[in-house]
């Protein structure tokens, strides 16, 4: 079992920034895939970013150059930095986990954390 804890979070202009973060414990931090997705009110959950244990970074494509994922394996964490935050972005955002190889399904979720960014 993993357990996903996640911080940040919060309200932000927009334009503004805002930084989550994700520590995992309960199962080697290099035998997962770390995830971001978010779901905003009345949509489909949908993928932001995955981080890699080799700190490669998928991202979204039109949320590339305004989210940054970084990830240390050294704190089992990952963090999703957002600049130039706009009001689309407001969402529930949840940290995920994998295990690592070819299509894994993502398995373990933290309880979702509140952005919400006005005009």
């Known amino acids: 079992q993993v357990l996903l804890e996640e911080s940040g979070g919060g309200m932000a202009q927009a334009g503004g920034s805002l930084r989550l973060a994700c520590q995992a414990s309960?199962?080697?931090?290099?035998?997962?895939?770390m995830g971001w997705f978010r779901q905003a009110p009345g949509q489909e959950r949908e993928f932001v970013a995955e981080?890699?244990?080799?700190?490669?970074?998928e991202y979204k494509e039109s949320l590339k150059g305004r989210f940054t994922v970084t990830r240390d394996n050294t704190k089992s964490t990952v963090w999703l930095q957002m600049d130039n935050l706009k009001p689309e972005d407001t969402a529930v955002y949840y940290c995920?986990?994998?295990?690592?190889?070819?299509?894994?399904?993502?398995?373990?979720w933290g309880q979702g954390t509140q952005v919400t960014v006005y005009p």
């Open positions: 995920a986990a994998r295990p690592t190889g070819f299509g894994a399904a993502w398995e373990f």
């Open positions: 309960g199962r080697a931090f290099s035998n997962l895939r």
């Open positions: 981080a890699y244990f080799s700190g490669f970074i």
